[in-house]
């Protein structure tokens, strides 16, 4: 009898340990998931880019602006600025000593449609971090 319930005892404490183990791993894994993934899964991050992948390519002036003002709107998102996902614009004239540059397009920025000549056709390329959302815009004549 002493040993049926000494048996009984141990059985529980492995299966409790293997319980305890297993919460362990996958706590860990859904850490390292979140770390990857910058809180992103990957359709939120397919949604993201299709805002911008639109404007790829040769566009007019009327195309770009709009997608400046996109841009903008996009990132003063709080959604997106909490998982890191704003968007760089690089064009000509954004910074005013060098003639171009690279700047965060908020609606405190310095990057408006100003410099955005209707009339021009200009090329649009995007750029993508190491998470796979575009991470910078580039447009150039």
């Known amino acids: 009898m002493e040993n049926a319930s000494k048996a009984l005892i141990i059985a529980g404490a492995i299966l409790l340990s293997i319980l305890l183990i297993t919460l362990g791993i996958m706590i860990f894994s859904q850490a390292q998931d979140t770390i990857h993934n910058s809180g992103m899964t990957q359709a939120e991050i397919t949604t993201f880019n299709n805002q911008f992948l639109k404007y790829e390519g040769k566009q007019k002036?009327?195309?770009?602006?709009?997608?400046?003002?996109e841009v903008i709107a996009s990132n003063a998102d709080e959604n997106h600025q909490n998982n890191g996902?704003?968007?760089?614009?690089?064009?000509?004239?954004?910074?005013?000593?060098?003639g171009s540059g690279?700047?965060?397009?908020?609606?405190?920025s310095t990057i408006t449609t100003k410099g955005i000549e209707t009339s021009k056709t200009?090329?649009?390329?995007?750029?993508?971090?190491?998470?796979?959302r575009v991470s910078k815009i580039k447009i150039e004549l």
């Not at 002036?61 to 709009?66: E, N």
């Not at 704003?86 to 004239?93: A, C, F, L, N």
């Not at 690279?102 to 405190?108: D, F």
């Open 61 to 69: 002036g009327s195309v770009v602006k709009a997608m400046i003002n």
């Open 102 to 108: 690279s700047q965060i397009a908020t609606s405190g």
């Open 85 to 98: 996902a704003t968007v760089e614009i690089e064009m000509p004239g954004s910074n005013s000593a060098t």
């Open 122 to 132: 200009y090329n649009i390329s995007l750029e993508y971090g190491k998470n796979g």
